[in-house]
Each structure stands twice: as structure tokens, then as C-alpha cells.
């Protein structure tokens, strides 16, 4: 999967920088979260995973604020009393407003299904196949967003 190539495809990359995360961040990441991450977003951190041009900026989407969405998840399930089984291997990579939270399973999957949880109770749902076809959903979706307004 080549990120920057769909960011440069979908004119995302034009105001704002693309940024990847360093492997030994990428290890240290994984070292932190004490979890193998799964190469589909070790890719994704490489090449743009500090900064994705356009896509993703509302969103706790980026390193290294992704380092404390785990606990963050934990907080706000806690917090609201909610009643909600996260396994012990997955890695919360995205949140959107605190009450939001995207994750994956780290079982050795290259290119895990997604997850999402919010502050409602109800179980997780799983929102995409794989991590790959989310990215590439959502920068599709920014896409028509941006670009629709600007017309």
C-alpha cells in the first residue's frame, strides 16, 4: 500500500505537509503498547502516520497523540460507567471528540479489521475489513468534503 501515493491522488497533500513517524518511534510504539502492530499500519505510521496532509485533521488520528488513545478509551468507558469488553490486544489508533474510538486486534493480522466503540454502551461494531480500506474510505470521503466546497 503506498498512502502517499493515494494522498497525492486525491490532492490531500497540497496544503498541508506529509509527515511518517520514524521506524525506531514505530518501535518504541510498539514497545509502549507492548502489542506487534500490524505491517498494513506500520506502513500507514512510515510513510504519513505524523501528519496526512488534509485527511484526518479533526480526529486523533496521528503520532504521537495515538500513544495515549488506549488509556483514553479506558477512561471514558470507566467514566461512563459503561460496561464494554476491549480485548487485551487491540490498539486504539483513532478517536474523534473524546467519545469515538477506532481499533484493530493485534494478532498477528497484516491488514486487521476496524472497530469502533463510542460513549453510547452499545458493543463495539465492526465498521471496515481492513485498516487499508478504512484510509482509503476516509481519504475518498475528505476528498468529496474539501473539494465539493471549493467548486
Not at 525506531?24 to 512510515?46: T, V
Not at 467519545?99 to 453510547?120: K, M, N, R, S, W
Not at 481492513?130 to 484510509?135: D, G
Amino acid at each position: 500500500m503506498n498512502f502517499t501515493d493515494w494522498l497525492t491522488e486525491l490532492d490531500l497533500d497540497e496544503e498541508s505537509p506529509v509527515v511518517g513517524v520514524s521506524p525506531s518511534e514505530i518501535d518504541a510504539l510498539e514497545k509502549q503498547a507492548q502489542l506487534k502492530l500490524p505491517g498494513s499500519y506500520r506502513e500507514f505510521l512510515a510513510q504519513c502516520g505524523r501528519s496526512a496532509g488534509l485527511y484526518a485533521q479533526d480526529s486523533d488520528f496521528f503520532f504521537p497523540t495515538i500513544e495515549v488513545l488506549n488509556a483514553e478509551l479506558a477512561e471514558m468507558l470507566e467514566e461512563e460507567g459503561i460496561d464494554v469488553e476491549i480485548p487485551p490486544n487491540a490498539f486504539v489508533f483513532a478517536a474523534y471528540q473524546g467519545y469515538q474510538y477506532l481499533y484493530f486486534i493485534c494478532d498477528g493480522t497484516v491488514d486487521p479489521a476496524v472497530y469502533l466503540v463510542t460513549d453510547g454502551g452499545a458493543a463495539p461494531s465492526k465498521i471496515s475489513p481492513t485498516f487499508t480500506e478504512l484510509v482509503r474510505r476516509g481519504m475518498e470521503d475528505y476528498h468529496r468534503a474539501i473539494y465539493s466546497k471549493k467548486k
